[in-house]
Nanobody, 127 residues
Framework: QVQLVESGGGLVQAGGSLRLSCAASGRTFNNYAMGWFRQAPGKEREFVAAISWSGGTTYYADAAKGRFTISIDNAKNTVYLQMNSLKPDDTADYYC????????????????????WGQGTLVTVSS
């Protein structure tokens, strides 16, 4: 069974940090790119960050630049999102996604279909 499983969400105060993990299993992912997305209550799902399987290419949404870092551990088939300097506006369900083309991950905000989604993990940032 192909699946992406997120973990690491929780409640954190503004200014704090969290690290999210996404474990991929059920197939070979070495020709896939991985990404993180979020959906706040009442809002559309939006792109946060993406990384190629090699780790050599990364993309970030403007809201994530300078605060969030995406990384990958190929041996563990796991993608991470390190989130620092968290703000209440970062409160959302965070989802992991995968597709063969990294560019598709960056276009999720525009309704782009991608191949795989995880179930999400909730991040709540209190003020």
């Amino acid at each position: 069974q192909v699946q992406l499983v997120e973990s690491g969400g929780g409640l954190v105060q503004a200014g704090g940090s969290l690290r999210l993990s996404c474990a991929a299993s059920g197939r070979t992912f070495n020709n896939y790119a991985m990404g993180w997305f979020r959906q706040a209550p009442g809002k559309e799902r939006e792109f946060v960050a993406a990384i190629s399987w090699s780790g050599g290419t990364t993309y970030y949404a403007d809201a994530a630049k300078g605060r969030f870092t995406i990384s990958i551990d190929n041996a563990k088939n796991t993608v991470y999102l390190q989130m620092n300097s968290l703000k209440p506006d970062d409160t959302a369900d965070y989802y992991c996604g995968a597709d063969r083309l990294i560019e598709r991950l960056t276009l999720v905000d525009r309704g782009q279909y991608i191949e795989l989604w995880g179930q999400g993990t909730l991040v709540t940032v209190s003020s």
